[in-house]
């Protein structure tokens, strides 16, 4: 069993910048990939990224693709989402997920992922 905890959420100016973290708890945490996704009000989730159990490898979805950094802390059990040049588009709740699937597998195998945190609120205001 792994939880997770969002957060860093909040509001912003468009062209700004925010930093999400994700806390894990848990047994071998090091064993799960984990990734980010999104969802903004009246849309359905969609991927934004993904770490490798090392860190050592991420995959991005094409929604924020050049414009986030995934980058994951082991010794901390956290992982990171840095967001730049955001856009009123980029308004969604951000959602933390771990799961044992490879990494460049959790975007495809959303509805099959095990452990989401509650999300945590990011606005962009124009």
């Known amino acids: 069993q792994v939880q997770v905890v969002e957060s860093g959420g909040g509001s912003v100016q468009t062209g700004g910048s925010l930093r999400l973290s994700c806390a894990a708890s848990?047994?071998?945490?090091?064993?799960?990939?984990m990734g980010w996704f999104r969802q903004a009000p009246g849309k359905e989730r969609e991927f934004v990224g993904a770490v490798s159990q090392s860190g050592a490898n991420t995959h991005y979805g094409d929604s924020m693709k050049g414009r986030v950094t995934i980058a994951r802390d082991n010794a901390k059990n956290t992982i990171y989402l840095q967001m730049n040049n955001l856009k009123p588009e980029d308004t969604a709740v951000y959602y933390c997920?771990?799961?044992?699937?490879?990494?460049?597998?959790?975007?495809?195998?959303?509805?099959?992922?095990?452990?989401w945190g509650q999300g945590t609120q990011v606005t962009v205001s124009s």
């Open positions: 997920v771990a799961d044992e699937s490879a990494m460049a597998a959790m975007g495809p195998r959303m509805a099959t992922l095990n452990y």
């Open positions: 848990g047994r071998t945490v090091n064993r799960y990939a």
